[in-house]
């Protein structure tokens, strides 16, 4: 079992890393890109536009494959038709080929990211999952800090297409060994119908938010995505009644109100949101204002993904000594103070000013990743696993598209620096304090207070 549970969390982790690294290196290899292929922006943006709707599209059907079919199967599976789509794309002959197979590729990433919480949820108890959640966001934010290294490094000597090959070995060594070895994982014999008018409906419910968000990002004209609004609004309505009335629904009425997991989703979306529309405004001020180039940029902004890779394995520790309440609460306010603190950057902003505030986001959205994490995966039966890995993926899908189109809408339509905005975005960080407070308290309080109250109705009895 040990053995096992060592091969999960190693695929758990190097799933979460190429994705992540898969993204953060291609925002330096796209203006080569667009050179070699002679692209124009819009279609350079929809490289990343059409990878991103097909993702958060497919998440949460994802995980109910995984539920259904097996966790690993589907990692697999994942992996080895990413690592293919990364080959496909660097031997791509023109900028169709490459939004085509980038919307291929995220599909075959929306079928292994739930898989990556699935699998752990199945191999580690409810009580042992915090760690292996915190080693994993640690690895999340080395791939991070290391994408626009890694990037550059690349794309210099050897062109755009090397940031999709860097992907291709390691995927399909990952998605070959989960298909060869057998893990403790056990697909439940009953395997009811899938809701596939369900999850048509979230799809499109999910297409049309993220394209309007996209837009709105882009553009900054708001026809477009309030139509599209308006079709995320209707399909979001007829998803939740037909999730009512269903038998089999890809999302049961009851799972969004389970216990913590509801507002442990819209904490994640508050506080990715903020992240990275901070890092988005932040690396406009520090290039555009105070003349940094990219290399001095990413090193200003060091200190945030350090602090997420350092404090994730201390966050599990304080989980189990504060409980998630108490730890997410602190972790969003830090946050939002941190965005605070960047929102004073400008001529003559020190060093030592930006890397505290960039210190403290990266502490407070690292902390709250692995709370919230842990609270979803854990409050979720296992039966619903890769369903409870969905959610949290979609969550940290839509948050940074809120985050981002909200930083582009303030800062193109405001004749003001950047610090109205992000004072805009730490009010969005600090929308999830109310939300933090309604997760679990202390398991040592809980218990104590289940305790006292079956004690109670004994006492009367023995009276």
């Known amino acids: 079992m040990t053995a096992h549970r060592g091969l999960t969390l190693a695929s758990s982790v190097v799933g979460a890393v190429i994705v992540a690294l898969d993204g953060t290196v291609l925002t330096v290899a796209q203006p080569e890109l667009q050179r070699d292929l002679h692209a124009s922006l819009t279609q350079v943006q929809w490289t990343s536009t ?3 709707i097909a993702v958060a599209s497919l998440l949460v059907f994802a995980g109910r494959l995984g539920d259904r079919h097996g966790h690993r199967r589907m990692f697999a599976l994942g992996m ?4 293919a789509a990364s080959a496909g794309i660097g031997f791509a002959p023109g900028i169709g080929w490459v939004i085509g197979l980038r919307v291929v590729q995220g599909v075959f990433g929306a079928l292994l990211q739930p898989a990556t919480l699935g699998m752990l949820r199945a191999a580690y108890p409810p009580e042992r999952l915090a760690m292996p959640i915190a080693l994993r966001t640690s690895a999340i934010g080395v791939a991070a800090a290391a994408g626009p ?10 062109g755009w297409r090397a940031v999709f090959f860097l992907n291709v070995a390691p995927a399909l060594l990952m998605g070959v060994l989960a298909a060869v070895v057998r893990g403790p994982e056990h697909p439940p014999a009953a395997r009811p119908p899938l809701d596939l008018p369900g999850a048509g409906l979230l799809a499109a419910a999910l297409v049309c938010l993220v394209y309007a968000l996209a837009a709105v990002a882009d553009s900054g004209r708001l026809t477009t995505p309030v139509v599209a609004l308006l079709g995320a609004a209707v399909a979001g309505c007829l998803f939740v009644r037909h999730g009512r009335h269903a038998t089999n629904a890809l999302l049961p009425a009851g799972v969004l109100g389970r216990s913590a997991v509801g507002p442990a989703l819209g904490l994640l979306v508050a506080v990715s949101a903020a992240l990275l529309g901070t890092l988005f405004v932040s690396s406009y ?5 105070l003349g940094l180039d990219p290399l001095r940029t990413a090193l200003w902004a060091l200190p945030a993904p350090v602090a997420m890779v350092l404090g994730a394995p201390v966050t599990a520790v304080v989980i189990r000594r504060y409980g998630p309440r108490r730890t997410a609460g602190t972790a969003t306010a830090l946050l939002a103070l941190g965005v605070l603190l960047l ?3 400008g001529q003559g902003a020190s060093q030592v000013w930006a890397g505290t505030g960039f210190l403290l986001v990266g502490a407070g959205f690292g902390t709250v990743m692995v709370t919230a994490t842990a609270v979803i995966v854990r409050e979720m039966p296992v039966a619903s696993a890769g369903v409870a890995g969905g959610l949290q993926q979609t969550a940290l899908n839509v948050g940074p598209t809120v985050g981002v189109a909200t930083a582009g809408t303030l800062m193109a339509r405001t004749d003001v620096a950047s610090g109205p905005t992000l004072t805009v975005l730490a009010c969005v960080c600090l929308l999830g304090v109310p939300l933090a407070l309604r997760m679990p308290g202390r398991p040592g309080v809980r218990a104590a ?8 109705p004994q006492e009367i009895a023995k009276g």
């Open 50 to 52: 059409g990878y991103l």
């Open 80 to 83: 080895v038709g990413f690592g």
């Open 149 to 158: 290294l890694v990037g550059g490094a690349l794309v210099t000597p050897f």
């Open 285 to 289: 001020v520090l290039q555009d204002v």
């Open 343 to 345: 929102s004073r950057l």
């Open 449 to 456: 207070a289940a305790e006292q109250s079956t004690s109670v």
